[in-house]
């Protein structure tokens, strides 16, 4: 069973980056698929990022699309998520999630989750 924790969220300007860290604990994490959800005040959870269990493959959501960055380390046993370019619009807790199989866009088909970190980007 994967554990998983944030770290690396803080206050940047607009147009400033911030890298997140995930570290995930347990035997099986090269195994798993990963993805960064965000989700901001009175709002839905909304997907972010993913990328498969190898690193060959990831997608990402069309609002960060070439401004944000997903990558892992399974020899380190984490995946971080760079943020480039950070608009206030990109304020949220952002979450780590673990799931067996293929990656996915859907929260709901994710196993496991962090507990999140927040961004904010001040304007």
């Known amino acids: 069973q994967a554990q998983l924790v944030e770290s690396g969220g803080g206050l940047v300007q607009a147009g400033g980056s911030l890298r997140l860290s995930c570290a995930a604990s347990?035997?099986?994490?090269?195994?798993?698929?990963m993805g960064w959800f965000r989700q901001a005040p009175g709002k839905e959870r909304d997907f972010v990022a993913a990328i498969s269990s190898t690193g060959s493959t990831t997608r990402y959501a069309d609002s960060v699309k070439g401004r944000f960055t997903i990558s892992r380390d399974n020899a380190k046993n984490t995946v971080a998520l760079q943020m480039n370019s950070l608009k206030p619009e990109d304020t949220a807790v952002y979450y780590c999630?673990?799931?067996?199989?293929?990656?996915?866009?859907?929260?709901?088909?994710?196993?496991?989750w962090g507990q999140g970190t927040q961004v904010t980007v001040s304007s």
């Open positions: 999630a673990a799931r067996r199989s293929s990656i996915v866009v859907t929260a709901s088909w994710y196993d496991y």
């Open positions: 347990g035997r099986t994490f090269s195994s798993y698929s």
